[in-house]
């Protein structure tokens, strides 16, 4: 079965650089969520999207954006990259109207910034 | 964010059960009791959920406290694939906020 396809898998920036992590949810999914973790931490929620609008925001920073587009992919856009950036950085997605809403997550963007 | 509660680390040989307890004592009415795992390097994975009643699935069964304040994910044999960190995570039914709020989560190990 398709799952969560992240891209890049692994990426390394500058500080100051920008960085363009992509996802492709599962077919017919039409929600999804951004989640980070440092190192050894735990996943913390950034944004989510649903229908191409947003739907819910966490502890995203200014510097960072995001958007779903017309096929329901999305990219998270992250700018003045900040050695504190360095994270993985995982993209779930789930079928809003499923009564179980499970979120499937993809194996996620390892973000190193030097 | 309703909180959640778990121990930070637990131990289980191959094959045996193992019992991970979830405190959640602010729980509210609505609120449903998730589960998912994260294994070494790899994305969080979903693994049941329920409201009120028990529930069992293939991968493992929830057994939640008649007044909902705590719950607990059971694996009846646990194989060393088990060994992840485990998560407790309330969540707002249906139409409400989506997001899963990860606590600390119990890491754990099991031993061949």
């Known amino acids: 079965a398709a799952g969560v396809i992240q891209s890049p898998r692994h990426l390394i920036k500058e500080k100051r650089e920008t960085a363009t992590l992509k996802c492709y949810p599962i077919?017919?999914?039409?929600?999804v969520y951004w989640y980070q973790q440092g190192p050894g931490q735990d996943p913390q929620f950034l944004i989510s999207?649903?229908?191409?609008?947003?739907?819910d925001k966490g502890s995203i920073p200014d510097r960072f954006s995001a958007q779903q587009f017309s096929d329901y992919h999305s990219e998270l856009n992250m700018s003045s990259l900040e050695l504190g950036d360095s994270a993985l950085y995982f993209c779930a997605s789930s079928f809003q109207n499923s009564a179980k809403n499970i979120q499937y997550f993809g194996a996620g963007t390892r973000l190193s910034v030097l | 964010d309703a909180k959640t509660t778990q121990p930070n680390s637990m131990e289980s040989n191959e094959e045996e059960p193992v019992h991970l307890p979830c405190n959640h004592s602010?729980?509210?009415?609505?609120?449903?009791i998730h589960w998912y795992r994260q294994l070494p390097s790899q994305g969080p994975e979903y693994v049941i959920h329920g409201l009120t009643s028990n529930v069992n699935n293939r991968m493992a069964s929830l057994a939640i406290a008649e007044d909902r304040k705590s719950s607990t994910l059971i694996l009846h044999r646990a194989t060393l694939r088990d060994a992840a960190v485990y998560y407790c995570i309330l969540r707002a039914p249906p139409g409400g906020s989506e997001k899963l709020v990860f606590g600390k989560g119990t890491k754990l190990t099991v031993n061949p």
């Open positions: 602010t729980i509210s009415g609505t609120d449903y």
């Open positions: 999207f649903y229908e191409k609008m947003q739907s």
């Open positions: 077919p017919r999914h039409d929600t």
